[in-house]
C-alpha cells in the first residue's frame, strides 16, 4: 500500500512504521492516524509465516513525533466555534498499541512532545538514544495532555507525569529511564532495537495476546478512563480563548503570555 505520512516495512515477525512528515515536524493528523491504524490492523490479523508478532515505532533522527498538528487543527473549513475536534481515533490508537496482540515498541531518536509522548507512553517498550528528549507542552497554551496521561500515568506513575505536565519543560533521557518512561537507552540505538527484536521474534502471537490482555486488566486506566479523557480533550480544544493562543503562536510566533 502506498501511505502518505508514515513508511510502512514488513519483515515477519516484525512491522516497522516510520513517521514521515519531515515538513510538519512529525506532529500527528487525521492521516497519519488513519495510516497507522490501517496498518497495526493488518499486523493483528496477519498469520502463520507472515505473522506479526513485533511492531516499531520510528521517527526521523531528530525528531520522533511532536504531537498535534495545530496547524492542520486550525486550517479545517469550519468556523472557530463548530470546528470539529475527535480525539477518539488517536486515543483508540495507542489503545491497540497498548492491548494489540504484538508487543510494540517505540525506538526514540531526538524530540518527543505531547501527543508523541502518547505513542511512547502506549507502547509496551521503549528504547532510546541519547539524543532523546521529551516533554508535555500543553498547558503552556491552556490545554492539558487529557488523552496522553492515562497512558503516562500507568507507566510512570501519577506524580511524575504530574509533575511533567505543570512544568512544561524539555527532560533529557536520562530522567526518562530513572522514570520508566524509557526501558533501554543507548549511543547505537540501533544495535539495542537489534538486541531486543532477536529475543522477542522467540514470542509467539497467541501467548503475548494472553499475556497482554492480562496486563491491562491488572493495569487498566487508558481503557477505563477512555470516556472522560476524550470528553476533557474536546473541552480545551472548544476553548475559543485556547485556540487564539494557539493561533497566534503559529502566525507571530509569540506564547499567551508574551506581549507583541
Not at 480563548?241 to 506581549?259: C, H, Q, S, T, V
Amino acid at each position: 500500500m502506498n501511505y502518505t505520512t508514515i513508511d510502512v516495512r514488513f519483515q515477519p515477525p516484525v512491522c516497522f512504521i516510520q513517521f514521515n512528515r519531515p515538513e510538519a515536524n512529525n506532529t500527528i493528523n487525521a492521516q497519519l492516524i488513519e495510516e497507522c491504524g490501517r496498518v497495526l490492523e493488518e499486523c493483528e490479523f496477519r498469520k502463520d509465516e507472515e505473522s506479526i508478532t513485533v511492531v516499531v515505532l520510528e521517527g526521523l533522527p531528530d525528531v520522533f513525533c511532536f504531537g498535534a498538528d495545530f496547524k492542520g487543527i486550525l486550517d479545517q473549513p469550519a468556523p472557530e466555534e463548530t470546528r470539529p475536534h475527535d480525539p477518539e481515533p488517536l486515543y483508540d490508537l495507542w489503545l491497540k498499541l497498548a492491548t494489540g496482540p504484538f508487543v510494540s515498541i517505540s525506538h526514540v531518536r531526538g524530540k518527543v512532545n505531547a501527543g508523541g509522548v502518547g505513542f511512547v507512553a502506549a507502547s509496551d517498550i521503549v528504547l532510546a538514544d541519547t539524543t532523546a528528549v521529551f516533554s508535555l507542552s500543553e498547558l503552556l497554551f491552556g490545554l492539558f495532555p487529557a488523552c496522553v496521561l492515562p497512558f503516562l500515568i500507568r507507566k510512570i506513575g501519577f506524580q511524575n507525569a504530574h509533575y511533567l505536565t505543570l512544568m512544561t519543560r524539555p527532560f533529557f533521557v536520562e530522567k526518562a529511564v530513572e522514570w520508566g518512561l524509557v526501558d533501554a537507552v543507548d549511543t547505537t540505538s540501533d544495535t539495542l532495537l537489534r538486541h531486543h527484536l532477536l529475543r522477542l521474534r522467540y514470542l509467539s502471537k497467541k501467548g503475548i495476546s494472553s499475556y497482554k490482555a492480562y496486563m491491562n486488566q491488572l493495569v487498566g486506566l487508558p481503557l477505563k478512563y477512555k470516556s472522560m479523557a476524550i470528553q476533557a480533550n474536546k473541552q480545551v480544544f472548544s476553548d475559543p480563548d485556547n485556540m487564539a493562543g494557539i493561533l497566534r503562536y503559529l502566525n507571530e510566533g509569540l506564547f499567551p503570555w508574551e506581549k507583541e
